[in-house]
T-cell receptor, first 111, second 119 residues
Framework: AQSVTQLDSHVSVSEGTPVLLRCNYS??????LFWYVQHPNKGLQLLLK??????LVKGINGFEAEFKKSETSFHLTKPSAHMSDAAEYFC?????????FGTGTSLTVIP | GAVVSQHPSRVICKSGTSVKIECRSLDFQATTMFWYRQFPKKSLMLMAT?????????EQGVEKDKFLINHASLTLSTLTVTSAHPEDSSFYIC???????????????FGPGTRLTVL
């Protein structure tokens, strides 16, 4: 069965410092993995997705994620946080027709 | 492309009334749409899978008579919350699955969500 675990429910960083949001996956085969961002009272926006083409995936707004099979991880990173990055982030995997969501990580950016 | 809209974005209703939420894929045909519910500061919970022209498939614990889903066309699915009560207050998000054979096959595109408040 597919699932993802987001290791941190809350992350706080100072503006201009790196961002690391952690996600581990569980899958019996090569997974499809996604990171979505949700701003308050808004829908979900796709940041990036991994579909086995390249292990380092670059997304929008300067985010990227690296698929590490040996660690079953798909952590989201950004070199320098911006105030507008404050939001809820979801790591998601797909199994057949369905998406399986992590519990989310709330990112706070301190000015 | 791949835009999904929801209407209304926000609705307030009295307890006991029914509320209909629309989900539309604006620039592609979606044979499959999904309805999620999100509680405050929580993740998304899949409620049901809506297939065009057939009955929706509900997740365990979701009352099908309470949450009526109709997927009458390839671009529209509706969720009706019947006899709404305050505990039904939530953020409802729909998504549409991208068509097969496209670059985004099997990806889901999410609507902006509908905030339901039942008084």
């Amino acid at each position: 069965a597919q699932s993802v675990t987001q290791l941190d429910s809350h992350v706080s960083v100072s503006e201009g410092t790196p961002v690391l949001l952690r996600c581990n996956y569980s899958s019996s085969y090569s997974p499809s993995l996604f990171w979505y961002v949700q701003h308050p009272n808004k829908g979900l926006q796709l940041l990036l997705k991994y579909t086995s083409a390249a292990t380092l995936v670059k997304g929008i707004n300067g985010f990227e994620a690296e698929f590490k099979k040996s660690e079953t991880s798909f952590h989201l990173t950004k070199p320098s946080a911006h105030m507008s990055d404050a939001a809820e982030y979801f790591c998601v995997t797909r199994g057949g027709n369905q998406f399986y969501f992590g519990t989310g990580t709330s990112l706070t950016v301190i000015p | 492309g791949a835009v999904v809209s929801q209407h209304p974005s926000r609705v307030i209703c009295k307890s006991g009334t029914s509320v209909k939420i629309e989900c539309r894929s604006l620039d592609f045909q979606a044979t499959t749409m999904f309805w999620y519910r999100q509680f405050p500061k929580k993740s998304l919970m899949l409620m049901a899978t809506s297939n065009e022209g057939s009955k929706a498939t509900y997740e365990q614990g979701v009352e099908k008579d309470k949450f009526l889903i109709n997927h009458a066309s390839l671009t529209l699915s509706t969720l009706t919350v019947t006899s709404a009560h305050p505990e039904d207050s939530s953020f409802y998000i729909c998504s549409a699955r991208a068509p097969s054979g496209t670059a985004n096959t099997n990806e889901q595109f999410f609507g902006p969500g509908t905030r339901l408040t039942v008084l």
